[in-house]
């Protein structure tokens, strides 16, 4: 059981190039989220999944685009890249519940740097 | 629109002793809480919830929180600290409303001194 991965660990890009992050889960987790983590400003929350074949933005989604085709993938796209996505990016799932009290699993980050 | 604050960026303990990381929100309705702990290069890991019942929450290694509904307060605290807690510590919460996404604070780091 690996919970939650994420592809690739460290990237570099330049200015204007595209790339797709990968997130994956093995825990069956309707819910998926995406985060950007910069100095200073916590945890913010790009775009989410409430199931396959469903995606919603977050607080900061400009330049992102996600995918959800699959229950255990969650992609996140950049297609033009910016220096201001220079950032860690974290993965997170979670099961569904009406509660509300699910816990979130967060993969290890892929750290980008856009040159 | 729920909101966390952690007052504070830095937290400075010796080891042996008490610790505090504190944290307020401000959501309507009954909130739900979380603390979760990030280590250096790696991703956030959990360590405690509230989500109704007994305010004082017992979670991993040895950390407790107290949920204070009127000071809309959820602070951290371990009796007593190890170098191997520095870390950053994140408090975030959720609205009852279903299953939305947790909003985070901005983090407190947490320097334990041998």
């Known amino acids: 059981n690996a919970g939650v991965t994420q592809t690739p660990k460290f990237r570099v890009l330049k200015t204007g190039q595209s790339m797709t992050l990968l997130c994956a889960q093995d825990m069956n987790h309707e819910y998926m989220y995406w985060y950007r983590q910069d100095p200073g400003m916590g945890l913010r929350l790009i775009h989410y999944s409430v199931g396959e074949g469903t995606t919603a933005k977050g607080e900061v989604p400009d330049g992102y685009n996600v995918s959800r085709l699959k229950k255990q993938n969650f992609l996140l796209g950049l297609e033009s890249a910016a220096p201001s996505q220079t950032s860690v990016y974290f993965c997170?799932?979670?099961?569904?519940?009406?509660?509300?009290?699910?816990?979130?699993?967060f993969g290890p980050g892929t750290r980008l740097l856009v040159l | 629109a729920q909101s966390v604050a952690q007052p504070e960026d830095q937290v400075n303990v010796a080891e042996g002793n008490p610790l505090t990381v504190k944290c307020t929100y401000s959501?309507?309705?009954?909130?739900?809480l979380f603390w979760y702990v990030q280590y250096p290069n790696r991703g956030l890991q959990f360590l405690l919830k509230?989500?109704?019942?007994?305010?004082l929450v017992k979670g991993s290694y040895g950390f407790e929180a107290e949920f204070n509904k009127s000071q809309t307060s959820f602070h951290l605290k371990k009796p007593s600290a190890l170098v191997s807690d520095s870390a950053l510590y994140f408090c975030a919460v959720r609205p009852p409303s279903g299953n939305t996404p947790l909003v985070f604070g901005k983090g407190t780091r947490l320097s334990v001194i041998a």
């Open positions: 997170a799932s979670s099961s569904d519940s009406t509660s509300g009290g699910e816990t979130q699993y």
């Open positions: 959501v309507s309705g009954n909130p739900y």
């Open positions: 509230y989500i109704t019942g007994d305010n």
